[in-house]
């Protein structure tokens, strides 16, 4: 019995700390611009790193969205379920919420890490959002896009995203 008292108050001990960590503020997601994370010394993983990279600066940051076939396939498999699958789905969705940028030299998009493994790129990105029960403050976290590289396009792709909530009528 008296190990069964130990374990229960051990439970209550951790469970109670771990409510109290939520108190505590996290520490920021921070990144970087730096395109040198889309390049790997194996040539088969670099050339999948650059298609993730031009994703990511001529499309996302970018916008240039004439351009997507360059960079996706035409099935383009999109596991957003903001976002249809296929080249026509994904360009019309991007295009009706973002303006396309005259130049686009170079990466500003703030990068944690890149990952390549096989046919899959994953970036990662920190990412701030209005806090839900904090009025006026952010918090910090991060997000990833993930893509199937297949010949030299992102063929499908992954996100965290969630179904957008509708807007409340004013």
């Known amino acids: 019995m008296h190990k069964i008292l130990k374990k229960i108050a051990y439970a209550t001990g951790i469970f109670t700390l771990g409510l109290s960590m939520q108190a505590f503020a ?8 730096d395109e040198s994370l889309f390049t790997d010394a194996d040539p088969q993983l670099n050339a999948n790193k650059q298609v993730a990279l031009h994703i990511m600066r001529e499309l996302l940051q970018c916008n240039h969205w ?37 130049t686009c030299d170079a990466l500003t998009t703030p990068i944690v890490a890149v990952i390549a493994d096989g046919d899959l790129v994953t970036v990662v990105i920190p990412r701030s959002y209005p ?36 807007v409340a009528a004013k």
């Open 26 to 33: 996290q520490e920021n997601v921070t990144g970087m611009p």
């Open 66 to 102: 004439a351009d997507a076939g360059n960079w996706l396939s035409d099935r383009y498999i999109q596991h957003n379920p903001n976002v249809a699958s296929g080249l026509p789905g994904v360009i019309a969705f991007f295009t009706s919420t973002r303006q396309r940028t005259p």
């Open 131 to 166: 806090h839900p029960t904090k009025a006026g403050e952010t918090y910090s976290t991060t997000w990833f896009d993930m893509w199937r590289i297949v010949d030299g396009k992102g063929d499908e792709h992954w996100d965290p995203a969630t179904i957008a909530a509708p």
